[in-house]
């Protein structure tokens, strides 16, 4: 950009003088301006000739004569309206690869028509230009630049600015814009993405810039000399809707996408609370059916205590007392004899029966307390029930915990307790043993628990052993406990081998037999 400063008015010299009407220029028809742009004078004016086809609000206005067409920028307000014949005087203006004027004094000659808008494709257009620029001559039939044009296609954008709108349509696979001014845009234009439209308008096109026009190599697609293809619509009918956009749209989809989307979790999380509610109803239900199956096991527990308390002291207490009071009888009788020597005897018998009857009510009563203790493990109580079952015994009662104890339910504890101190009873009042063995074997693994009671007495035949009917309850209590709990209990015995109880529990944990009132056992 070399500048020349001047000093003073007198260091310009007027080689040649301008004219003084512009509308002396030379004429130069609209064609000739099209094929010989780059020959043309730019430093003076010449003067074309043609039928106005749009004016532009920024001062722009397009003349055409067949098919060609020149932009002229005009240098004052342009009275002109589309239709008129007019003179326009300017400048050749080389900013662009198409011929066009600036500065441009524009005068009204007379009326004319308007040329029919050429319906042709974005790709013939293309295709022209790239034909023509390959060949190194004009396009033929018309570069269309400038001239007024129908397009047809898919519209699928529309941006809105300050100064318009812009819409992006698609003709097979070549895309044009469309540019409406404030003025087109404020009109309410029936169409939306997805239309198909016809738009008729001035033809402005954008070549690459000539260093994007390189060759390229072997295989690799060339990219179009026409970089973009704008059409500038004259009023709202240039623009018409062939065949509306499709009723399900990208946004609408989205739409009813987000609603299904929102329906859809609003309904997972409705099942997530029922399900939730139902687990709650469920769990609660569960408790409240273990709650009374187990207040029906320890009723039915209850009875059979009765029911076998009642037995005890029949076969026990009642005898024990009623023989007690057969040796008084015959002590009063010696006494009414006078026979003192004989009821030392008697009464000495007396004694040792109502010392027995003591000792097997106050065990009764000792077995009617025997629960698991706050604070005490399953082994100390079973070992609490050895010791005390151990006492004023000949037979020797060992002991043995095997495995990892876990924890149990009191509701277990306690019925095992019972189980264990039956069978001990049982061995010790009716054996006659020298030991008895009670051996417990816990399995974490498989929450398992298995209790046996073995004593080496003279055992007894199953098959005439008393039972219920004869007052007798101890053996189907046990069955009862353990199958209260889910367990198998086995009792083996033979005639001078000795009897064995074994007691099988599996699945144990803290929540076994429901909420008993009791916290589980510590083990």
């Given at each position: 950009?070399?500048?020349?400063?001047?000093?003073?008015?007198?260091?310009?010299?007027?080689?040649?003088?301008?004219?003084?009407?512009?509308?002396?220029?030379?004429?130069?028809?609209?064609?000739?301006?099209?094929?010989?742009?780059?020959?043309?004078?730019?430093?003076?004016?010449?003067?074309?000739?043609?039928?106005?086809?749009?004016?532009?609000?920024?001062?722009?206005?397009?003349?055409?004569?067949?098919?060609?067409?020149?932009?002229?920028?005009?240098?004052?307000?342009?009275?002109?309206?589309?239709?008129?014949?007019?003179?326009?005087?300017?400048?050749?203006?080389?900013?662009?690869?198409?011929?066009?004027?600036?500065?441009?004094?524009?005068?009204?000659?007379?009326?004319?028509?308007?040329?029919?808008?050429?319906?042709?494709?974005?790709?013939?257009?293309?295709?022209?230009?790239?034909?023509?620029?390959?060949?190194?001559?004009?396009?033929?039939?018309?570069?269309?630049?400038?001239?007024?044009?129908?397009?047809?296609?898919?519209?699928?954008?529309?941006?809105?600015?300050?100064?318009?709108?812009?819409?992006?349509?698609?003709?097979?696979?070549?895309?044009?814009?469309?540019?409406?001014?404030?003025?087109?845009?404020?009109?309410?234009?029936?169409?939306?993405?997805?239309?198909?439209?016809?738009?008729?308008?001035?033809?402005?096109?954008?070549?690459?810039?000539?260093?994007?026009?390189?060759?390229?190599?072997?295989?690799?697609?060339?990219?179009?000399?026409?970089?973009?293809?704008?059409?500038?619509?004259?009023?709202?009918?240039?623009?018409?809707?062939?065949?509306?956009?499709?009723?399900?749209?990208?946004?609408?989809?989205?739409?009813?996408?987000?609603?299904?989307?929102?329906?859809?979790?609003?309904?997972?999380?409705?099942?997530?609370?029922?399900?939730?509610?139902?687990?709650?109803?469920?769990?609660?239900?569960?408790?409240?059916?273990?709650?009374?199956?187990?207040?029906?096991?320890?009723?039915?527990?209850?009875?059979?205590?009765?029911?076998?308390?009642?037995?005890?002291?029949?076969?026990?207490?009642?005898?024990?007392?009623?023989?007690?009071?057969?040796?008084?009888?015959?002590?009063?009788?010696?006494?009414?004899?006078?026979?003192?020597?004989?009821?030392?005897?008697?009464?000495?018998?007396?004694?040792?029966?109502?010392?027995?009857?003591?000792?097997?009510?106050?065990?009764?009563?000792?077995?009617?307390?025997?629960?698991?203790?706050?604070?005490?493990?399953?082994?100390?109580?079973?070992?609490?029930?050895?010791?005390?079952?151990?006492?004023?015994?000949?037979?020797?009662?060992?002991?043995?915990?095997?495995?990892?104890?876990?924890?149990?339910?009191?509701?277990?504890?306690?019925?095992?307790?019972?189980?264990?101190?039956?069978?001990?009873?049982?061995?010790?009042?009716?054996?006659?043993?020298?030991?008895?063995?009670?051996?417990?074997?816990?399995?974490?693994?498989?929450?398992?628990?298995?209790?046996?009671?073995?004593?080496?007495?003279?055992?007894?035949?199953?098959?005439?052993?008393?039972?219920?009917t004869q007052g007798h309850f101890g053996i189907q209590g046990m069955q009862e406990r353990i199958g209260s709990l889910g367990g198998v209990i086995a009792i083996e015995s033979e005639l001078g081998r000795g009897t064995a109880v074994r007691a099988q529990l599996s699945g144990v944990d803290a929540g076994h037999s429901g909420d008993t009132g009791h916290s589980p056992s510590r083990l």
């Open positions: 950009m070399p500048k020349v400063f001047v000093a003073r008015k007198e260091d310009f010299q007027v080689v040649t003088p301008a004219r003084v009407d512009p509308f002396d220029s030379p004429m130069v028809p609209l064609l000739a301006i099209a094929q010989e742009l780059p020959r043309l004078p730019t430093d003076h004016r010449i003067k074309t000739r043609g039928t106005v086809t749009k004016v532009d609000p920024s001062g722009l206005l397009y003349v055409q004569e067949a098919l060609v067409g020149v932009r002229a920028e005009a240098a004052q307000v342009a009275t002109s309206r589309p239709g008129d014949q007019v003179e326009a005087a300017g400048f050749v203006d080389r900013s662009r690869d198409f011929a066009g004027l600036k500065g441009a004094i524009i005068r009204t000659i007379g009326k004319g028509t308007i040329p029919s808008p050429q319906a042709i494709s974005p790709r013939t257009v293309i295709t022209t230009i790239e034909v023509a620029i390959d060949n190194g001559r004009l396009a033929s039939p018309s570069d269309y630049d400038g001239c007024l044009v129908t397009f047809t296609g898919r519209l699928v954008d529309i941006q809105r600015s300050s100064v318009g709108l812009m819409l992006t349509l698609l003709e097979g696979d070549d895309m044009f814009d469309v540019r409406l001014s404030l003025a087109l845009a404020g009109n309410q234009l029936d169409f939306e993405p997805g239309s198909q439209l016809s738009v008729t308008g001035i033809l402005s096109i954008d070549l690459r810039p000539p260093f994007d026009r390189l060759p390229v190599r072997e295989g690799e697609a060339r990219p179009s000399v026409v970089e973009r293809l704008t059409l500038l619509p004259r009023s709202t009918g240039d623009v018409m809707v062939i065949k509306p956009a499709p009723w399900w749209n990208a946004r609408r989809l989205a739409i009813v996408a987000g609603t299904l989307a929102c329906v859809l979790l609003a309904a997972v999380l409705w099942a997530a609370l029922l399900r939730r509610r139902v687990a709650i109803e469920t769990a609660r239900a569960t408790q409240e059916v273990r709650r009374r199956h187990d207040a029906e096991i320890e009723f039915e527990a209850s009875i059979r205590e009765r029911n076998r308390l009642a037995a005890n002291l029949h076969d026990t207490l009642l005898q024990t007392l009623g023989g007690a009071g057969f040796q008084l009888d015959t002590c009063r009788r010696a006494v009414a004899r006078a026979d003192l020597a004989d009821t030392s005897t008697h009464l000495d018998v007396a004694r040792r029966m109502l010392k027995h009857a003591a000792g097997e009510l106050r065990g009764s009563v000792w077995a009617l307390r025997t629960t698991p203790l706050a604070g005490r493990s399953f082994a100390e109580s079973l070992e609490g029930i050895v010791g005390h079952l151990q006492q004023g015994q000949l037979a020797e009662i060992d002991l043995d915990v095997t495995g990892r104890p876990f924890e149990l339910p009191d509701f277990v504890a306690g019925n095992l307790l019972l189980v264990a101190q039956e069978a001990i009873r049982n061995a010790l009042h009716h054996a006659e043993p020298s030991k008895v063995r009670v051996a417990v074997a816990f399995d974490d693994a498989s929450r398992a628990l298995s209790l046996t009671v073995h004593d080496d007495g003279h055992g007894f035949d199953m098959a005439t052993a008393a039972g219920p």
